[in-house]
């Protein structure tokens, strides 16, 4: 069959159960100034969203061969586990668990400029989309791969509410708690559920998508607690008695109060069932600590031991980093040469380069240190 255009491929997909199509969702309504027989005139234009049914997805990869069987086998392996290295063997999860078969899902949330990010059109096109994955695949199958899109939309929109944007995902998100899907495999069929695990993004995404605020220079500016903006410059200690709770969370509501409160409106994600966005105990590691804090304390650390210190010298560490062994993905992750220049300033490596850095540095062998 010919798939020389893009009509006859999707033509060819659509007769096939592995493509599924999006559908339309209304977010709202607005004018749009378009030109019309030589005349600029206003025209009612209906503002949509892009919407892909989770359901069909994960029914797709729990039909493949062996997924499901082997999901189950992943997630006993776990829990008989010693190592922490799930979400699923956290108490977080577990609070959640009932006796039926249920799987968590992720979701993920973030913007992108499809144009010149700094040109004069920045934005126009800028979309915000939504992605999902379970986190308890197989790890043969967990990969870049299993991670699927759920909503495409407009940023720009976003001026119509999010609760409208994400109202159809919320919905779903339920369905597949109080429903499940069925999964045919062999000759037999298991009902499987779902729940809302974590919301991911970045600290601006997840703020948004929460309902917090948006300002972090703001004086009640963290989504996890109620912290002062002064004084968390000098908090070391976290403090229980100021964590934001479903209870707090409630009596802010009702202050509605931006600036003594920190929350901007009730979120639509506590719409859906076992989850709050006060528990969404999800961080952005690679912004606060690879990008943000590492970046300055592994320059601190290393300033002190090589030029206060003198406890082994620059080009040893460069030698050090370059003849380190390392295997599979890692080997592209190992920092670019440490100048002089750097350590009087600040590192500046991509977030997977000091990841490497700060995970290996204490493997550095065979350096005498004098106390």
Request: hydrophobic share 40%.
């Amino acid at each position: 069959m010919e798939m020389n255009t893009e009509y006859k491929r999707f033509k060819y997909f659509s007769r096939s159960s592995a493509f599924i199509e999006p559908s339309d969702h209304v977010i709202g309504h607005s004018l749009v100034l378009l030109e019309k027989n030589g005349d600029n005139v206003l025209l009612p234009h209906e503002n949509v969203s892009k919407v892909f049914s989770m359901a069909k997805m994960f029914k797709n990869i729990l039909e493949l061969p062996s997924v499901l069987q082997d999901t189950k086998h992943y997630l006993t392996k776990l829990q008989n586990s010693k190592v922490f290295s799930n979400f699923t063997q956290g108490k977080h999860w577990k609070s959640k668990l009932t006796d039926k078969f249920t799987l968590p899902i992720f979701l993920y949330y973030d913007d992108y400029e499809l144009g010149n990010a700094l040109g004069s059109r920045a934005g126009t096109n800028k979309l915000g989309a939504v992605y999902c994955t379970i986190p308890c695949l197989p790890q043969y199958f967990y990969s870049l791969k299993s991670i699927f899109l759920v909503s495409l939309f407009y940023t720009n929109d976003k001026r119509l509410g999010y609760k409208h944007i994400f109202k159809p995902i919320v919905d779903e998100l339920n369905s597949l708690e109080s429903e499940g899907i069925v999964v045919n495999y062999g000759n037999k069929e298991e009902k499987v559920y779902f729940q809302l695990a974590l919301l991911l993004g970045d600290n601006l995404a997840l703020h948004t998508m929460l309902g917090f605020t948006e300002s972090f220079s703001a004086t009640y500016r963290c989504r996890f607690c109620k912290i002062p903006k002064n004084v968390s410059y000098t908090a070391c200690c976290s403090d229980d008695t100021i964590k934001r709770t479903i209870q707090n969370y409630e009596s802010d509501l009702q202050l509605n109060d931006l600036s003594q409160t920190g929350i901007k409106e009730n979120s639509i994600w506590n719409d859906i069932k076992n989850f709050h966005v006060v528990e969404n105990f999800a961080v952005d590691i690679m912004h606060d600590l690879l990008e943000g804090v590492c970046m300055y304390d592994m320059t601190i650390i290393l300033n002190k031991l090589i030029l206060e210190y003198q406890l082994f010298s620059l080009t040893t560490l460069n030698n050090r980093i370059l003849g380190f062994n390392t295997f599979g993905a890692e080997t592209a992750n190992k920092p670019p040469v440490i100048t002089l220049e750097m350590l009087k300033g600040k590192l500046k490596f991509s977030a997977a380069e000091m990841l490497f850095l700060s995970r290996y540095l204490d493997m550095n062998k065979n350096i005498e240190f004098q106390n």
